[in-house]
């Protein structure tokens, strides 16, 4: 899940060393970061719930990891307003919204597989 942010943060480095237009830099960049956000399905919050499935089972790293997402995306919610009144910016409001419904689409996708595997636990 490291891929997708690595390879940008190395082609800003490498856009950056030779100069190329500023913003595929900073577009780089901005993915890379908005990536590793720990929201599930991002990367950030696939990482998160990779690691904890080694320590605590699959069942538990998806209950957490769906905290941890509500968490950042609670925190995203409150700085992006912040932002959105400073910039008043309609990129910082479709990221947004666009952060929200994968978060609802997945958290449904995630339930389910919780109940399914509770079901598999339960007649074993």
Same mark, same amino acid.
């Given at each position: 899940y490291l891929a997708?942010? /690595?390879? +940008?943060?190395?082609?800003?480095?490498?856009? /950056?060393?030779?100069?190329? +237009?500023e913003t595929i830099t900073y577009i780089n960049i901005i993915l890379g970061i908005f990536n590793l956000i720990c929201i599930?399905?991002?990367?950030?919050?696939?990482?998160?719930?990779?690691?904890m499935t080694i320590f605590?089972?699959?069942?538990?790293?998806y209950e957490i990891t769906l905290k941890i997402s509500n968490l950042f995306l609670v925190l995203i919610l409150a700085l992006s307003s912040i932002l959105i009144l400073k910039f008043h910016s309609l990129g910082i409001i479709i990221g947004v919204v666009y952060l929200i419904y994968i978060k609802i689409i997945y958290?449904?996708?995630i339930?389910?597989? /919780?109940r399914a595997l509770y079901l598999i636990n339960e007649n074993e």
């Open positions: 997708g942010p /690595l390879f +940008n943060f190395i082609v800003a480095i490498i856009a /950056l060393l030779l100069r190329a +237009n599930y399905p991002l990367d950030g919050g696939r990482i998160v719930k990779s690691m605590l089972g699959e069942e538990r790293a958290s449904k996708a339930k389910l597989k /919780l």
